[in-house]
C-alpha cells in the first residue's frame, strides 16, 4: 500500500523531522561514524552542489572550505538548521525549508548518503531507516523552544549521558548554542532571540534535567 504523507512543507516555516533505524539498530556506534553524520548534515544542507560527500572528503581542505563559503548563501540553501541530535539509533532535526521541496531532499541526500557509507563499512545491502521520515509541523515559539530543549536534552533523558555532560555532547547542537563548537551548522538565531542572553537558555535547557526522563508534559508538542 502506497504511504502519503500528511504534511506539505512550505517554504521559511519550521519543521522537527525524526526518523529511526530499522529495528532500532545502533547505527551511530562511534566516533567516525558520528562524524560522518555531522558532516553529511553541513555538506547536504545546500543545493547545487558539484560532487557527492564522498568526493568532497578527498579534497584538500583549502578546496573544501572554498566550496563551503561558496556554498553558504540562501540561494543555495534546501534548508536551514535550527537544531539537531543524533542517537545511536535515531535522529531529530528541526529545519527550516528554504527551496520548494527542500526538506524531501535535504533528507534524502542525507539518508542515502549515510546508507551508503554504513553498508560500505559493514558490508551489507538494503536500507538502514524505517521508511518515510516522520515530520510535524512547528506552530509557535512555545513549540520551538521548547522542541529545541528536548532535542539537547535527548541523550540526558535516553540514559546515553550523564546530565553533567550534556555541554560536551558533539553529537548534537546544544554545545553550538553554547557557543562551545566550532562547528556552524545551525541557525541558532530563531530560538536564541526568544531569550535574552544565552545563558538564559541554558538554564531554560537545564530547568528540566531533573525531569528529563519524564518529557510526556512537551511530548504532545512535539511528537505525532
Not at 566516533?31 to 555538506?43: D, K, T
Not at 521520515?133 to 541523550?155: A, C, G, M
Request: glycine share 2%.
Amino acid at each position: 500500500m502506497t504511504t502519503f504523507r500528511k504534511i506539505v512543507f512550505r517554504n521559511n516555516y519550521y519543521y522537527h523531522i525524526y526518523n529511526r533505524s530499522i529495528e532500532k539498530k545502533p547505527i551511530f556506534n562511534n566516533l567516525r561514524e558520528y562524524s560522518r553524520a555531522v558532516l553529511a548534515l553541513q555538506f547536504y544542507r545546500f543545493s547545487d552542489l558539484p560532487t557527492k560527500l564522498s568526493k568532497f572528503l578527498v579534497l584538500n581542505q583549502d578546496v573544501q572550505l572554498n566550496y563551503l563559503k561558496k556554498f553558504n548563501t540562501n540561494i543555495n540553501k534546501l534548508v536551514d538548521i535550527l537544531a539537531y541530535g543524533i542517537m545511536p539509533n535515531h535522529f531529530h532535526f528541526i529545519l527550516e525549508q528554504k527551496q520548494e521541496g527542500g526538506i524531501a531532499r535535504f533528507i534524502s541526500n542525507f539518508e542515502n548518503s549515510y546508507t551508503k557509507y554504513y553498508n560500505t563499512k559493514e558490508d551489507r545491502v538494503g536500507p538502514i531507516f524505517q521508511g518515510l521520515f516522520k515530520s510535524v509541523y512547528v506552530e509557535s515559539d512555545e513549540q520551538l523552544v521548547h522542541l529545541s530543549r528536548y532535542i539537547h536534552l535527548n541523550p540526558v533523558s535516553s540514559s546515553l549521558i550523564k546530565p553533567e555532560e550534556l555541554e560536551n555532547y558533539p553529537w548534537s547542537s546544544f554545545p553550538e548554542y553554547l557557543n562551545l563548537s566550532k562547528t556552524n551548522i545551525c541557525n541558532t538565531q530563531p530560538v536564541l532571540s526568544l531569550f535574552s542572553s544565552v545563558n538564559k537558555y541554558r538554564n531554560f535547557v537545564y530547568d528540566q534535567i531533573a525531569y528529563a526522563k519524564e518529557l510526556e508534559k512537551i511530548k504532545h508538542l512535539i511528537m505525532e
